[in-house]
Nanobody, 121 residues
Framework: QVQLEESGGGLAQPGGSLTLSCEAS????????IGWYRQPPGKERELVAR???????DYADSVKGRFTISRDYNKNRVYLQMNSLRPEDTAVYYC???????????????WGQGTLITVSS
């Protein structure tokens, strides 16, 4: 019942911008962390950006200065603003979250279904 819903994938030209969003839904006590991973063709899955319940953020070195992650704490939603897109950003992007369900029990790790972003001219 607790799940992640992703939106915002698509096609962009190099230098363009896209925004991804992800919302954790269901009976959730707390979202410990939420963010995005990606898996380029033929490569390993890697962290793109994430934000914790305390507001700390982490970014992959390859996206620092170009991508910005933000969180709506009232709606358990996270946004990833992607600017200055490069062909190397082409990948399937997966939302990921660590949540505590309600009633509180063990911490759950959730994955979205993945959304494809293609950066090409």
């Amino acid at each position: 019942q607790v799940q992640l819903e992703e939106s915002g994938g698509g096609l962009a030209q190099p230098g363009g911008s896209l925004t991804l969003s992800c919302e954790a839904s269901g009976n959730i006590f707390n979202v410990i962390a939420i963010g995005w991973y990606r898996q380029p063709p033929g490569k390993e899955r890697e962290l793109v950006a994430r934000v914790t319940s305390g507001g700390s953020t982490d970014y992959a070195d390859s996206v620092k200065g170009r991508f910005t992650i933000s969180r709506d704490y009232n709606k358990n939603r996270v946004y990833l603003q992607m600017n200055s897109l490069r062909p190397e950003d082409t990948a399937v992007y997966y939302c990921n979250s660590m949540v505590v369900p309600n009633p509180p029990s063990k911490t759950l790790e959730l994955w979205g279904q993945g959304t494809l972003i293609t950066v090409s001219s």
